[in-house]
């Protein structure tokens, strides 16, 4: 399908209940995306996650991601270009740098979505014995047969794995995801009793300071600071580290956590700002910055590379 504005996806699915808290109450924060097409996108009142509604079902978020997701996304290209590997890696640098004490050689490590594996190319570098899975077929194959790596093609719902993992990584995965729940006892069933949980997305609630761009239909569910702690939460998971920069970073071991309702309130605190028309204001910022250059503002100037997608 080629990509039209003003245009709805085709998308199935009538979930409305927030999928970390189960709230049925939620404020709306904006009826279009980044690319002018309509989706109808909400604040959960109490865990603060942004998310569409309805959200896609798993059928849908296939069907989407085999049909429309090359046409949303047209620099995505089939095997990952030689740009999007050197960005990779100095990701990769850098998130083995904030793990830091928690990653030692000869610990046994999944990425979970590795892409075209970069992570776990870096990781094995460092004496870590790593794995990773990506659902994408073409990065999963080119990571594992041209770059040589353990990389198993295939979604974390299909998975099951022999060892048990000291650290599970996940970076830019979690907001792609619409059952993250699901998810993330998922990745408890593969740890160890002591390992480490360490999940990246992209923050929402930088997002909407810097322009908007985050908002789109491959975003299904959008979180900041407190809405992951709170999802971890939800899943017996404590803290043990945050990394509050563009993106937002928690590393999470087994252990109690803070009391559900306070990490709701923090999250509530977080995103006061986020109201229709906060995001209509930064709507129209945005997409005019695309249409006319970003000469509008300095300030969204320093944020026009391209978003993580
Ligand atoms: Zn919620």
């Known amino acids: 399908m080629k990509f039209l504005p003003f245009s ?9 209940d927030c999928p970390i808290c189960k709230s049925s109450q939620f404020t709306s924060i904006s009826q279009w995306d980044r690319r002018f097409k309509r989706l109808h996108q909400v604040k959960c009142d109490q865990c603060s996650l942004v998310r569409h509604l309805p959200l896609p079902d798993e059928a849908g ?34 998130r083995t740098a904030n793990l830091d004490q928690n990653l030692k050689s000869g610990m046994h490590l999944l990425d979970f979505g590795c892409g075209s594996g970069e992570f ?20 999963s194959t080119y990571a594992r047969e041209q770059m040589g790596l353990n990389v198993v093609t295939g979604a ?23 059952d993250p729940l699901h998810a993330i006892e998922k990745m ?17 609630n930088h997002i909407l300071i810097k322009g908007f761009g985050g908002l789109h239909f491959a975003h299904t569910i959008g ?21 509050d920069e563009f993106d937002i970073g928690i590393v ?16 509530q605190n977080e995103m006061a700002k986020w109201t229709k028309g906060s995001v209509h204001k930064q709507y129209w910022r945005y997409t005019l910055s695309k249409l006319v250059g970003n000469r509008l503002t300095d300030r969204y100037k320093e944020y026009s590379a391209p978003s993580r997608s």
Do not use: M
Request: proline share 4%; charged share 30%.
């Open 188 to 204: 408890k069933t593969w740890l160890k009793p002591d390992g480490k949980i360490f999940i990246e997305v992209p923050n929402t």
């Open 120 to 139: 776990v190319e870096f990781c094995g570098q460092q004496g870590v014995i790593a794995t990773g899975f990506e659902p994408g077929e073409a990065y």
């Open 223 to 243: 979180f900041a600071r407190y809405s992951l702690e709170y999802l971890g939460a939800v899943a017996g998971l404590k803290i043990v580290d945050v990394f």
């Open 61 to 94: 978020l296939a069907k989407y991601y085999a049909e429309e997701y090359r046409s949303d996304y047209q620099n995505v290209s089939v095997t990952p270009t030689e740009r999007h590997r050197k960005k990779r890696i100095r990701e990769a640098e850098r």
């Open 156 to 178: 974390y719902q299909d998975l099951n794995f022999d060892v048990k993992f000291d650290i599970i990584t996940s970076f830019h995965v979690f907001e792609h995801l619409v």
């Open 252 to 267: 999470f071991e087994h252990g109690t956590p803070r009391e559900l309702a306070d990490i709701a309130k923090d999250g």
């Open 8 to 16: 709805s996806y085709s998308i199935t699915g009538d979930a409305t």
